[in-house]
Every structure is written in structure tokens, then in C-alpha cells.
């Protein structure tokens, strides 16, 4: 996930939880239980407050506009809501990698497939996934590697940039591809003893 989307989405989480901190404290204010707790100087509701009376209700439903526009707000914030999160969810996985010709692109599953059948080839790993991330200009590997018994993580991992890594990044040429590893161990179930 690239700073900016990760920055924007701690930015938007951190607002929407303020939000609802500073509603849930204003309204937690006005109870008996919470008004008595707090300090003296600390600003609180009053418990018998009524938040829209008999008069200011009667001149609200006196007007026409605000019902369509409350709805069309809240419309708004629902299809934003959407957008956001099917940008979410698009901008992981790369589907296509277009190569020189416009007509001409590599499947990102086929290469992800392919650097992984090549990463399992190697000695001491037992099993291999890859997944490409990101954009066409800025390409993500995650390769995670499970180890056999007998694998030793430094070799593997050199190996793996000497052979794999070096393939992948030619296939994705002339694009920079900026892979991370993560490497674990096979586990082994304990045998019972009787």
C-alpha cells in the first residue's frame, strides 16, 4: 500500500473516530450516571434537555427544503462511502501489465504464478506464494516462502534474489519491481505418545 493511500486512510479513520468519540461524549454528558462522574469545570448537558421542542419542531416541519436535502447528503456520504472502499479493494491485486504494444499485456496472476513455480524450485522451500501489487508504473512482489526442515533462510533468500527475483524483474523491464519477502517455517505436528 503506497504512503499517500495509507496516510489518506489513517487521516479519514482518525476523523471519523474523533467524530464519534466527541458525539458519544456530548450525549453520554446528558445522562444522570456520567454528568455526576465528571469534573465540576468540565462542560456537560443539562439532564432535562430537549434537544428539538414542541416550537422549533413545528417550524421545521413548516419547511419544504430540508427534508431533500438531509436525504441527499446523506446519499452523498453513502456513494463516497462506496467509492472509497471499492478503491480499496481495486488497488490491490494487479490484474494486467501492459508491455510495449498497446495491444500486447501480461496477466499479473500468470506472472505471479510463474515467479512462484520458480521460487519453490529453489532448495529448501517447500512452498511458494507471490502476489503482484500495485500499479503498472509502480509494481509490488510480496513473496512469501515456507522453508522445509532442512532450509536455511540466507541461502534461500540469496538464491532467490541471484535467480528469481532477477527473472521477474527482467520480465517486468523497463518498470522498477520492488519485492518483499517474508519467509517461514514448515510446522510440524507433535506426535502423541501413549
Do not use: F, I, K, Y
Not at 9 to 25: E, I, K, W
Request: proline share 6%; charged share 25%; hydrophobic share 45%.
Amino acid at each position: 500500500m503506497s504512503r499517500l493511500r495509507n496516510g489518506t486512510n489513517r487521516a479519514v479513520l482518525a476523523c471519523a473516530g474523533a467524530a464519534l468519540l466527541a458525539a458519544g461524549a456530548v450525549l453520554g454528558s446528558a445522562t444522570d450516571v456520567v454528568r455526576d462522574r465528571l469534573p465540576s469545570d468540565w462542560p456537560r448537558l443539562g439532564s432535562g434537555r430537549a434537544w428539538l421542542d414542541g416550537d422549533a419542531l413545528g417550524r421545521w416541519r413548516d419547511q419544504d427544503w430540508w427534508p431533500p436535502l438531509v436525504m441527499s447528503a446523506l446519499a452523498v456520504g453513502v456513494l463516497l462511502s462506496l467509492c472509497w472502499g471499492v478503491a480499496q479493494v481495486r488497488a490491490g491485486r494487479l490484474r494486467e501489465l501492459p508491455l510495449g504494444q498497446p495491444e500486447v499485456t501480461l496477466s499479473g496472476p500468470a506472472l505471479a504464478a510463474a515467479v512462484a513455480e520458480r521460487a519453490q524450485g529453489l532448495d529448501g522451500v517447500a512452498r511458494a506464494h507471490v502476489s503482484l501489487l500495485g500499479r503498472p508504473r509502480r509494481l509490488r512482489a510480496r513473496v512469501t516462502l515456507v522453508l522445509t526442515a532442512e532450509g536455511r533462510p540466507e541461502a534461500v533468500l540469496g538464491e532467490l534474489v541471484r535467480r528469481t527475483v532477477a527473472e521477474a524483474r527482467a520480465a517486468a523491464a523497463p518498470r522498477p519491481l520492488t519485492v518483499e519477502v517474508r519467509l517461514t517455517g514448515r510446522h510440524h505436528r507433535a506426535r502423541r505418545l501413549r
